[in-house]
T-cell receptor
Framework: AQSVAQPEDQVNVAEGNPLTVKCTYSVSGNPYLFWYVQYPNRGLQFLLKYITGDNLVKGSYGFEAEFNKSQTSFHLKKPSALVSDSALYFCAPSGDRGSTLGRLYFGRGTQLTVWP | DVKVTQSSRYLVKRTGEKVFLECVQDMDHENMFWYRQDPGLGLRLIYFSYDVKMKEKGDIPEGYSVSREKKERFSLILESASTNQTSMYLC?????????????FGPGTRLLVL
């Protein structure tokens, strides 16, 4: 069975400090990897994705994510957090790269709170 | 910009009613998805469609059906609503590149079944 673990339900950081939101996954084959963000009462917005190449992927709003194949992890990072980064973050591996169906497997989400 | 719209932001229905949730995308995307989102459970895939009139069951299809008569529109149907279907419902679409394609989400419909 496919599984996605976001081990922290909540992450609290002070504004200006670095932040990390963790994700590990167990998905058949060799998936692509996505991060999405959800602000209150909104749908999900795409942040970034890993397809191939450099293990450090840069995305929207200054976020980046580090892919580690041996640990099957894809941790989201930001060097300096902003209060406006406070939101719910979802990690989402795809199915195997050869799949034609394009589905994602979502983690349970991590609530990030950045304190001023 | 990709735009995915959902027919209602909030909906209140009674147990046993037939409920239709509509989703429309304007990017000529082949793939469309319906998820439900519940606190602590993340997003769970109900059904998806990769072409007109085609559908695939997701992880929690029980109690739901779908319809895709036109490429831009994907409907989720609750044949007989029950209280355990109270949830946030999210629609998404993506292009034909399949696994590497980004999914774009609508704003969601918060459904309350009384």
């Amino acid at each position: 069975a496919q599984s996605v673990a976001q081990p922290e339900d909540q992450v609290n950081v002070a504004e200006g400090n670095p932040l990390t939101v963790k994700c590990t996954y167990s998905v058949s084959g060799n998936p692509y990897l996505f991060w999405y963000v959800q602000y209150p009462n909104r749908g999900l917005q795409f942040l970034l994705k890993y397809i191939t190449g450099d293990n450090l992927v840069k995305g929207s709003y200054g976020f980046e994510a580090e892919f580690n194949k041996s640990q099957t992890s894809f941790h989201l990072k930001k060097p300096s957090a902003l209060v406006s980064d406070s939101a719910l973050y979802f990690c989402a591996p795809s199915g195997d790269r050869g799949s034609t169906l394009g589905r994602l497997y979502f983690g349970r989400g991590t609530q990030l709170t950045v304190w001023p | 910009d990709v735009k995915v719209t959902q027919s209602s932001r909030y909906l209140v229905k009674r147990t046993g009613e037939k409920v239709f949730l509509e989703c429309v995308q304007d990017m000529d995307h082949e793939n469309m998805f319906w998820y439900r989102q519940d606190p602590g459970l993340g997003l769970r895939l109900i059904y998806f469609s990769y072409d007109v009139k085609m559908k695939e069951k997701g992880d929690i299809p029980e109690g739901y059906s779908v319809s895709r008569e036109k490429k831009e529109r994907f409907s989720l149907i609750l044949e007989s609503a029950s209280t355990n279907q109270t949830s946030m419902y999210l629609c998404a679409s993506s292009g034909q590149g399949a696994a590497q394609e980004t999914q774009y989400f609508g704003p969601g419909t918060r459904l309350l079944v009384l």
